[in-house]
């Protein structure tokens, strides 16, 4: 069974910077696609970005991208959120998922594998 842990979130200011980690353990593959999604109090769980492993290729919703950058370090089996000009909208529980051996990257919740428990981002002046 494949475990995610996320780690990263904090309490920040508008226009600050985080960094959100996710590390992989047990069973992971070199095809599978890493995703983020968040979900705010009230809402509905979104997707935010995702990459393909294989081929480094990425995926943002509108909102974050520009601001937002996913990458992977596969040495480390880590993939991270780098969040810039960080806004209150941003605030929410940021998931890390999986989708094991898949040759596209997914857009919807439902169709990912593995979760992480969440890190809390929350930004507030």
């Known amino acids: 069974q494949v475990r995610l842990v996320e780690s990263g979130g904090g309490l920040v200011q508008p226009g600050d910077s985080l960094r959100l980690s996710c590390a992989a353990s047990g069973r992971t593959f070199r095809s599978s696609v890493m995703a983020w999604f968040r979900q705010a109090p009230a809402k509905e769980r979104e997707f935010v970005a995702a990459i393909r492993w294989s081929s480094d290729s990425a995926h943002y919703q509108g909102s974050t991208k520009g601001r937002f950058t996913i990458s992977g370090d596969n040495a480390k089996n880590t993939v991270y959120l780098q969040m810039n000009s960080l806004k209150p909208e941003d605030t929410a529980l940021y998931y890390c998922?999986?989708?094991?051996?898949?040759?596209?990257?997914?857009?919807?919740?439902?169709?990912?594998?593995?979760w992480g428990q969440g890190t809390q981002v929350t930004v507030s002046s």
């Open positions: 998922a999986t989708k094991i051996n898949s040759d596209y990257v997914p857009l919807r919740q439902a169709e990912y594998d593995y």
